[in-house]
């Protein structure tokens, strides 16, 4: 059988109770006896702190630090508690405690404590055998027991005496018999503890002792209350010994026997200042250690078991409520999606170092990621299972801080990469970076100029910018210094740069330079070859024959002009430089001028003048074109392009050809109406041959000859005049032919200031002429008898009026609205008059028949002669006649507005 087999079985058959627990508080086991003595079974593996409080006094869990300061050599603690029970009168326990020696390191202390009852058998035993069960026993048969003092001496008791008497001189505790009121006994310990003067207290009452100290009368009081009930006291008790610091003891009274009638006490006194010391100084340190956790802006956790036992509410706020966190698993609490870490290996480093420390993402209590500096120690480093302190700070703001500067940085190394100008920077040891336009520009990868100085690109030129670098020690950070140089790739290739070299400081505080290169060399040949354009340019503006000037926007002086602006200027060009319109031309050519370049200036586009000059050679016409002149495209006009042509030998040509154009023209137009007349009037006489030869048709004819004759008179009209016709010719014209046609005689009269002054445009002569032969020969027809028919032009300035009046009789119920369309009579007169301009009416007045027509313009057109020289006109006629009331346009008409020049 093992050895640990016969300890299990001698614990479980003593009938003594006991109970043996770690020093983490959980119990390792309990024999029966324990079960039967406290009336309920106490498991293996329970926490004292889930145990009555009662149990916990008797096991000195009460008190852990003064159980943990218990060690296996040290004497047992003892503890005395009433236990209540249910239905019965409570029972009095007593405890005594020892600490057990430590089996291998690595293991928890053990404790072992016995409990048994003050006053009565011992249970599971069958017998009586305690000192208390003998005393209770004789007192109940009424046997006093003395002391010791009054017991007469035995032999070999005198060596006793002398043995207990060195004993009690020489412990460190102050011991005391007292019976009732009286002092019989005390070692000189107990006397100076308290005070007083050694072996000046023994044989005194009580009083003497009470009179010291009020502090000691209070205890003492106590006690006696106390013992009357109980056979055992225990208190502490605060002495201030004159000349001496303050001291603590430990007061424990117990009672001889039961009789209160004398009663015996022996007292015994232990010094507990440095106990008492210890235990504050402790409870300082508590205190400081949960006020620095509770207000710390870190947040701090305590763990063990892999759970949360405790958390601050710095971390409470960070992560979430206090009651939410203890009791959590640890594990829980990390961010696995975002933290790439791996607990188990960063456990094993925290067993293996005692302490370790970085970066890990925890969840929030919104279930978010938050970033922190987690640092974790263990409490004991040689037992890991004890557990360990996590401090927790939010690092999150300056993760991200970190993270959008790292994202900037690669933002704008991927800018500068993008760029076209070669961006390159040095430090102590050389090029330290370069984009990738330097990297092309100088024909090279990174790693072939890293470490290397700049000049290893530069021309063999002593004074070259990359080899002379001191200015950039007399440069201020962000101040720049700009150069122009030649540099050598690696391909061999030479081209030109300008660049700005820039001092700034680096993260490390160290000064570095950065050089901003833009290759030139495509420019300078740009610019070349513009000097060369310019210059060519410029011979072919000295050499143009159009006058070319550049002037001034601002104040419109003139800069430069080529030879052939002399004429222009007439002035030389050397002494109009610098002038502005005003120094240059005459008064109205200035202004005129002026007017017209301003105006240029304020639109941003091409103004086209042409200026007609008085000069001493003459008349002259020039043409101008004035041309806003900007620097880039957007911006305000700083220049202003002026270039004129000389066109009056041009226009005099053009002039030359368009009156011989108009000749040959009018030539042509009055051939062709002769023509068209004579065509018409043989078609007229070939009608009346056939009116002769078949007289059914002679009427109809007839009047298709009279309209064919009216048409033929118009196109008369026409061969001699050279433009519209006069209402008033057409007018005679057609009375004539309708006369001759119909052998009647028209009287014609005329009335009004502008009867030859109102002319028919070209579309409307010939509906208007064959409108009124048709009237003049319906009113011959309808107008019977050989009387004249009366035919009246009467003008205005408005409009002309034609009346005729003829003998007839209108129908009663005659209206011009149901007159139908025809090719004769007033359906042919109705269908050919314009709306627009023309209106018909007939009216019956007495025995007479009055045809009106009432023309306006655009059917009709007042054109005045101008009066003659030195004639007064009188009054002042319109192009276009204004309308009145009672002529308003209804149209828009065809005619156009003819101005008149100057």
Known sequence: MPPHAHDDAWFEL???????????????????????????????????????????????????????????????LQHHVNQARTGAAPQSLRSQIWAGGLQRDDAPRRFLCAVSLTGGAQVGSGAATSTDTQASASAQAGIQIASDADAAPVPDQGQLLHELGTILESTPAGIAYFRNDTLVRCNRRFERMLGLTPGSMVGQSLQALLAADPRINRVV????????????????LEILVPGHPQRWYSLMVRRIGTSVDPMEVIAVLSDITHLRTQQARLDALGRDRELMFSLSGVGIAFVRDGLVQSANSALSHLLGEPGELVGRPWVSLYAHEADQLNDP???????????????????????????????????????????????????????????????????????????????????????????????RMFAGDLADFVGQPLSTVATPDLDHPFRLTDYLDHLEDGQSH????????????????????????????????????????????????????????????????????????????????????????????????????????????ARLLRSDMQLALDSGERVHREYSFQQRSGHQLWDVNLLPLASREGETADQLLLVASDITEQRAAEQARLEAAITQREMLVKEVHHRIKNNLQGVAGLLQQIASRKPEVAGAISEVVGQVQAIAQVYGLQVGSGGPLKLKAVLDAIAQSVQRTFNRPIELSEEGPHTQAWQLPEAESIPIALCINELLTNAHKHGPGAQHLRCRLVTTDQGAQIDIHSPGQLPADFSLDKVRGAVSGLGLVRALLPRRSAKLSLTQEGHEVHTQIQLSPPGIVLVVAPPEIGESAGQQIALWPQWSADHPSTGTGSGHNHGVRH
């Open 221 to 236: 009081t106590e006690t006696a209350t106390e013992l009357l009930n109980s056979e055992q006291f225990e208190s502490e």
């Open 482 to 589: 700009t150069f122009e140089c030649q540099v050598v790739g690696r391909d061999g290739r030479v081209f030109w740069v300008v660049g700005n070299a820039v001092v700034t400081l680096a993260e490390d505080n160290a000064r570095q330079i950065t050089y901003a290169l833009l290759d030139i060399d495509r420019r300078r040949e740009a610019e070349a070859q513009s000097a060369e354009t310019r210059a060519t340019l410029q011979r072919i503006i000295e050499m143009a024959p159009m006058a070319i000037q550049v002037i001034d926007a601002h104040q419109l002086t003139l800069l430069e002009a080529n030879k052939a602006a002399g004429a222009f200027l007439q002035q030389p060009i050397a002494s109009a430089v610098g002038k502005p319109p005003e120094g240059v031309y005459d008064t109205d050519r």
């Open 345 to 439: 290996a960063t456990q094993s480093m925290l067993r293996s170092l005692g302490h370790w420390h970085g970066e890990r993402a925890l969840q929030d209590r919104q279930g978010g990621m938050l970033w922190t500096d987690l640092s974790m120690r263990l409490v004991n480093p040689h037992r890991p299972e004890e557990g360990f302190i996590a401090s927790i700070v939010n690092v999150d703001a300056r993760r991200q801080a970190e993270a959008r500067l790292t994202l900037q940085a690669d933002r704008t190394r991927a800018i500068l990469d993008s760029v076209f100008v070669g961006i390159v920077t040095l430090d102590d040891q050389g090029i330290a970076w370069m984009n990738r336009s330097a990297r």
């Open 14 to 76: 003593v009938p003594l109770a006991m109970l043996e627990f770690s020093e983490h508080g959980r119990v390792v086991r309990s024999n029966p006896a324990m079960s039967a003595l406290l009336g309920y079974a106490i498991p293996a593996g329970s926490a004292l702190t889930d145990l009555p409080q009662a149990l916990q006094r008797l096991c000195g869990w009460d008190a852990p630090l003064t159980l943990l300061a218990l060690g296996p050599e040290d004497p047992p």
